[in-house]
């Protein structure tokens, strides 16, 4: 038996355990003790997991795409039922206080443009067209303002996000109207090409390869006649010579 060299925290009773345990774990007692222990401690000192209490233990861990939709679920429930929580928390990360604020570089149109509402904004102007209103194309569709954000900035006296925010013009879907992304280039007096300017591009329809479209298409199966039963079956042309049956059974029959 090793010579004691600690002792129960509850009972008093002689111990041996190793250094490195000692430094591991925060507290010694004996088999009968632990219960008691336990108890006697806070309860933050008896996590498994190594971490402190306010920090994410589940970081890093992956989740499944159940797990995920779950969690959004339950975010948007409760960012509804909170909409004052969600508010103050966006407010403690805007502007100046943004990890990555850079002293406001962008104009303040550029800023609007980015906004959630602005995006909002466009999939309703969108969703109420579903083509575009010069060409009745519904393709890269693009959402434009009739009346241009300059001049309501300029009109509203938009100097803020903020202010942005409060102004409903800006945000009323009847100064919207839907184009395609051609006929908002020509509208804007851009210049469009296929790959344009602004590093837009056309996506090009991917081209119907099945069968004929092939250019390896060589006339798909051929018809071969069974030398048992005469049965006419199909198969791949490389196979037109090697099978002579239709199945194993007029293969392997001797009747």
């Not at 498994?48 to 306010?54: N, Y």
């Not at 509402?117 to 067209?129: A, I, L, P, S, T």
Request: charged share 40%.
């Amino acid at each position: 038996m090793r010579t004691p060299n600690t002792q129960c925290e509850i009972c008093k009773k002689p111990l041996y355990r190793r250094p490195f345990e000692l430094k591991k774990y925060n507290g010694v007692c004996c088999v009968g003790c632990r219960s008691s222990l336990y108890k006697k401690r806070p309860p933050s000192l008896n996590l498994k997991l190594g971490r402190q209490k306010g920090t994410n233990h589940l970081e890093g861990i992956p989740k499944s795409k159940t797990q995920k939709d779950k969690m959004k679920k339950i975010m948007a429930k409760w960012c509804k039922e909170n909409p004052d929580k969600v508010k103050a928390r966006g407010a403690k990360c805007r502007a100046e206080k943004h990890y990555n604020w850079k002293g406001g570089v962008d104009g303040i149109g550029q800023s609007i443009r980015r906004m959630s509402e602005c995006e909002k904004w466009r999939d309703k102007v969108k969703n109420r067209d579903k083509k575009c209103q010069h060409c009745g194309g519904n393709k890269n569709l693009e959402s434009h303002h009739i009346i241009p954000v300059q001049m309501i900035i300029e009109k509203y006296q938009i100097k803020s996000r903020e202010d942005a925010r409060m102004c409903e013009f800006l945000w009323d879907i009847k100064n919207g109207i839907t184009l395609c992304r051609k006929c908002h280039y020509e509208l804007d007096g851009r210049k469009y090409t296929e790959y344009g300017e602004d590093k837009f591009y056309i996506v090009k329809e991917k081209k119907d390869r099945l069968g004929k479209n092939n250019s390896n298409w060589k006339g798909g199966l051929v018809e071969i006649k069974c030398l048992r039963c005469q049965k006419l079956f199909y198969d791949k042309r490389c196979n037109k010579d090697k099978r002579k049956y239709c199945s194993k059974k007029c293969k392997y029959d001797n009747n």
